[in-house]
Nanobody, 119 residues
C-alpha cells in the first residue's frame, strides 16, 4: 500500500506560477516497486485527464494542453514528484491528483489539491 500526500495548490492569477508536490510513503516493498509517478486533473463537468507523468528512468509524458508550460520532476530518494506550473491559464483550473503506478500493476491516487487560476 502507498499513501500519497499532495501539497502546493491554491489561487493564482493568470500568467502566474504554482508548484505542486506529492510525497509517497508506505512499506519498503511498495515504495521500491513504484515505477511511474504523475499528475492528472479534473475540472468540473469534465473527465479526469493526464497532465504529466515521469517514470523511474526519468522519461516524461505531458498532456498537449500543458506542454512547454509545465515541468514534472521526481526525487527517487525522497519518493517525491513535483509539478512546476508556469504561465497558468484559467482553463488550468481543476483539482489536481497525484498518481503512482507500480511494477506489480497497482495504482494509487492522492486526495487531490485544488488549483484555481483567476482571469
Amino acid at each position: 500500500q502507498v499513501q500519497l500526500v499532495e501539497s502546493g495548490g491554491g489561487l493564482v492569477q493568470a500568467g502566474g506560477s504554482l508548484r505542486l508536490s506529492c510525497a509517497a510513503s508506505g512499506s519498503f516493498f511498495s515504495i521500491f516497486t513504484i515505477n511511474t509517478m504523475g499528475w492528472y486533473r479534473q475540472a468540473p463537468g469534465k473527465q479526469r485527464e493526464l497532465v504529466a507523468t515521469i517514470n523511474r528512468g526519468g522519461n516524461t509524458n505531458y498532456g498537449d494542453s500543458v506542454k512547454d508550460r509545465f515541468t514534472i520532476s521526481r526525487d527517487n530518494a525522497k519518493n517525491l514528484v513535483s509539478l512546476q506550473m508556469n504561465s497558468l491559464k484559467p482553463e488550468d483550473t481543476a483539482v489536481y491528483y497525484c498518481k503512482v503506478s507500480t511494477f506489480t500493476g497497482n495504482a494509487y491516487w492522492g486526495q487531490g489539491t485544488q488549483v484555481t487560476v483567476s482571469s
